[in-house]
């Protein structure tokens, strides 16, 4: 080739030169994305939403007109075809294809995402998550096959060897934490392994699981428990295959029970594990044991109901080998807003002992309990109420086996009450209410029940006062009220209950009151009050006493059947102020001044003689003359036959001091309650010129209300005789004091615990850090931080400091325990007796041990009967899952233990043993 030519040659090469290299670039280019593997985004957080869809199966159409090169590209652009309302009605009949997704799935991960299309599937690394339609997965490393539609969520492991970021699977409220899993979004199915979730109070953790759908797994080598830790749980319920349907139920093969890892002689065959959240219907599992005079019992063996979401129902029973049984029905019920309450119904045949034994005996008793309260959002102007607790026999509490506790044996009443009140908001109220009560006493046996009992009122009218106007002075002040109250009484006792005698007998009737008050202040001080009351009162029976029968030597009483009734009235008047009194210190001494308040007081009371309601009656064979009156025996009393005028003096005190502060920055003085209440009180009877006993109380707490003082006493200014009858003699006179102390009583409690000094503790060292841990007395760090030269330490020596601390936190660990101490002294003097009938100390201690052992004991010594009061002794430990108890009374009436050890789940809390000894005077 010539030079020219190559000359030529090289100037065309040159001029396609850059033509040729885009040629090139392009077709690499290309090639990279039909031929390349894989390529993979690195480095830094990256997210992508990748629509899957179904491949189009139709090839392209081979009837389109191909356009010439010059009009290539010059294609005008499709318009967009407006929207056609769609004319048919019926639901398309094309079933979507097998396999195809109903989401967009969406994943993301921190470190790197790689694509690899030969294998069609994307690897997430560090912090995945992985998002289909409900489910969302979060691991260390997540890879998804397209073609399989399959998701695998794995651990990480690091350079030493541990593994981290440990799958999370949520599906809806459903949470999985397995060590793996491999899920199917297509068919919704999974294999998982180590996966841990919890239902309700139980933690569920199986080897293998297969998820079969979105409620149904099956389980390989799981386990079952309460435990917080599930990597070392204290106890297990080792299940080897089961079926598993979250928050609902576990149906297990051979199931046996693991203490530390330690299999038990507990196992059965199948099992069937609820996991409902909330209540459900179920049987109640017994409780099996043995007592001395009853034999082998089966106990509180039944099932409950729950009959709807505000009721529910549980039925048990108890059965003795020596023939003894119980029956109980025990419900509770409420509704939002409207009522709540509960009901429990016992039947007990006792038996002790053996058939032809002489100590054989045995005893039918019933109890009915009931609660029930309304709701104040119901109806503000309507209430009812009930609290109902009966029994048929005095010695309930004390024979029956269910109710052998300390708290129901020391109590010796019971009491009932229902009522329902109802308001009617006009001008003036109305207020109508109807109650029932029952009081019972298991000592003297005797029940007293008041069936029906009505009351009404009316609101206190102001005649002379117009609405809204401030009341003052005797005539505007001028106040009335109507009150009304009907009753009917049965006294009887526990074996006549509900007998024809204790009807004949009821006492009934009806009072009417209307009290009239009014107020004034006398020379701005003093408060003048003046009061009546007008009374009547119903009876619909009397009685009418005859004369003395010779014949049966005795005074016949005949009762009357009728309506009847009587009227009284009386008067009063008072005038009372309050003074105020303070006394005052030097300058700078601990305590400022005491203050002291004084609220003196008399009265005057008046009620005339009622003779006109009554009669005379001959008393004896002698002839004497008696007066009586025909309402005697009436549940309101009987009208006075005699005038009354008395005149009555009080006089309430109260000390305050007022204390320096012991913080200088404080400015204010402290208030210290010195004496809450010292109080007189007595009355001169202007008929019989005689004065009442003056009656002392007062009160006071002490050290911030840790120590309480109550006492009382009364003293009487009259002289006794040789044989203990009062005279009418002043005690002065007679050779002694002014006043006659004839009984007086002091009683005391104080209760403290390590809690007290720790808060003070607490207290003086945030104070001590809040002034001198930071610079220039700042709570900031402008001037910088600056720590005590004991403080600085080397950062080698970090870890020395650590260990030394928590050795020193395990000497010098703070224990918490807490006393409360009662005694009580009461003195009496009626006839110169001059003893101490009642002196008691009585006290009570928990110490906790260690963070989960507690030590309790009650206990107290009598002084006058030279022993010691109920005692007992407690001991709980707190076994993580499990709770022990032991309770023992060692000696006295009450000599019993009982034990116990059980799960402290609800759900497992059949899983116990339980041993106790009932209470009699031999230990056994």
Not at 294 to 321: E, H, K
Not at 480 to 490: K, V
Request: contains cysteine.
């Amino acid at each position: 080739m010539s030079p020219q030519n190559t000359s030529k040659s090289e100037k065309t090469l040159q001029q396609y030169k850059r033509t040729i290299t885009f040629i090139i670039s392009l077709l690499v280019i290309t090639s990279c994305f039909w031929y390349a593997e894989t390529f993979a985004f690195r480095k830094g957080s990256f997210q992508y939403e990748y629509p899957f869809s179904i491949t189009d199966t139709l090839k392209k159409d081979s009837l389109t007109p191909k356009l010439p090169v010059q009009l290539r590209g010059r294609r005008p652009k499709p318009q967009k075809p407006k929207a056609k309302v769609d004319t048919l009605k019926k639901k398309d009949t094309i079933k979507k294809p097998k396999g195809a997704l109903e989401d967009v799935v969406k994943y993301k991960a921190k470190d790197s995402i790689v694509f690899n299309k030969a294998t069609h599937e994307i690897i997430l690394h560090n912090e995945t998550n992985v998002q289909y339609t409900d489910i969302d997965i979060t691991a260390g490393i997540d890879v998804i096959n397209f073609q399989k539609g399959e998701v695998y969520a794995g651990r990480l492991k690091d350079s030493l060897g541990e593994y981290s970021q440990h799958p999370v699977f949520k599906q809806g409220n459903d949470v999985i934490e397995p060590d793996s899993i491999r899920f199917n979004y297509r068919n919704q199915k999974a294999i998982i392994r180590n996966a841990y979730t919890k239902q309700d109070e139980n933690n569920v953790k199986g080897e293998i699981i297969k998820k079969e759908n979105d409620s149904t797994y099956f389980m390989r080598n799981a386990i079952i428990t309460t435990a917080e830790d599930l990597d070392d749980p204290d106890y297990y319920i080792k299940v080897y295959k089961a079926k598993f349907v979250p928050k609902k139920k576990i149906i297990a093969g051979f199931s046996n029970m693991y203490i530390v890892d330690i299999p038990t002689p507990i196992a059965i065959p199948f099992a069937y594990y609820p996991m409902v959240s909330g209540r459900s219907s179920g049987l109640i599992f017994p409780t099996f044991g043995e007592v001395n005079n009853r034999g082998y019992f089966l106990q509180n063996i039944g099932y409950y109901f729950v009959v709807s979401n505000n009721f529910d129902l549980a039925l048990t029973a108890d059965y003795y080998t020596n023939g003894s049984y119980g029956l109980r029905a025990q419900s509770a019920y409420v509704k939002r807003y409207r009522y709540t309450g509960s009901f429990n119904l016992t039947y007990e045949n006792n038996i002790y002992s053996m058939r032809g034994l002489p100590d054989y005996s045995g005893s039918q008793m019933y109890s009915i309990q009931w609660t029930h309260s309304k709701d104040s959002k119901a109806n503000p102007n309507s209430n009812f109420s009930a609290s109902v607790n009966l029994s048929s026999n005095s010695r309930y509490y004390q024979e029956s086996y269910n109710q052998a506790n300390t708290s129901n044996f020391l109590n010796n009443t019971m009491m009932s009450s229902v009522s329902y009140s109802k308001t009617f908001p006009s001008s003036p109220s109305v207020n109508l209410s109807v109650s029932a009560s029952h009081s019972q006493n298991t000592n003297t046996k005797s029940i007293d029940m008041t069936l029906p009992s009505l009351r009404g009122s009316v609101e206190r009218i102001y005649p002379f006062a117009k609405e809204g106007e401030t009341k003052k002075g005797l005539i505007k002040s001028l106040n009335l009220q109507y009150s009304m109250q009907a009753d009917n009484r049965f006294a009887t006792y526990d074996s006549l209950f509900f007998s024809k005698k204790m009807f004949n007998e009821a006492r009934n009737g009806v009072q009417h009151s209307i009290p009239i008050s009014t107020t004034a202040k006398l020379m701005k001080y003093i408060t003048l009050g003046l009061n009546s009351s007008i009374n009547e009162t119903w009876q619909f029976k009397t009685i009418r006493k005859n004369n003395f029968n010779s014949t049966i030597g005795k005074v016949g009483i005949d009762t009357l059947s009728g309506f009847d009734r009587f009227m009284t009235y009386n008067l009063g008047a008072s005038l009372g102020t309050t003074i105020y009194g303070t006394f005052r210190f030097k300058k700078g001494a601990a305590i400022q001044a005491i203050r002291h308040v004084m609220r003196p007081s008399v009265s005057y009371g008046y009620t005339p003689s009622f003779d006109q309601y009554y009669d005379y009656y001959i008393a004896d064979a002698y002839g004497n003359r008696m007066q009586y009156s025909r309402f005697e025996g009436g549940i309101y009393g009987t009208p006075g036959l005699h005038e009354s005028q008395s005149i009555g003096f009080s006089l309430a005190n109260t000390f305050e001091a007022k204390m320096k502060q012991k913080d200088s920055a404080e400015t204010a003085p402290r208030k210290v309650m010195l004496l809450n209440s010292l109080n007189f009180s007595s009355n001169y009877n202007v008929i019989t010129k005689q004065f009442s006993p003056v009656n002392v109380t007062g009160g006071t707490a002490l050290f911030n209300g840790k120590l309480g003082v109550n006492f009382g006493a009364t003293l009487n200014p009259y002289a006794i005789d040789n044989n203990g009858r009062q005279m009418e003699k002043w005690n002065i006179n007679n050779g002694g004091s002014l006043f006659r102390l004839t009984n007086a009583n002091i009683s005391t409690n104080y209760s403290f615990s390590n809690k007290d000094k720790k808060d003070k503790k607490d207290k003086n060292s945030k104070d001590k850090k809040s002034t001198g841990n930071v610079s220039g007395g700042r709570t900031d760090d402008l001037f910088g931080s600056s720590k005590p030269l004991n403080d600085v330490q080397h950062i080698g020596d970090k870890k020395e400091e650590k260990d030394g601390d928590e050795k020193q936190k395990f000497y010098q660990a703070t224990i918490p325990w807490d006393l409360t101490l009662a005694h009580s002294l009461t003195y009496s003097n009626q006839a110169r007796e001059s003893m101490i009938s009642n002196n008691s100390l009585m006290f009570s201690g928990n110490v906790s041990l260690t963070p989960k052992w507690q030590v309790g004991l009650s206990s107290g010594y009598d002084f006058v009967n030279k022993g010691f009061t109920y005692t007992q002794l407690r001991f709980e430990r707190d076994l993580n899952s499990f709770k022990m108890s032991f309770q023992f009374t060692p000696f006295g009436y009450r000599t019993s233990w009982y034990f116990f050890i059980g799960i402290k789940a609800s759900m497992l809390s059949d899983l116990k043993w339980e041993k106790n000894k009932e209470p009699d005077r031999i230990l056994r």
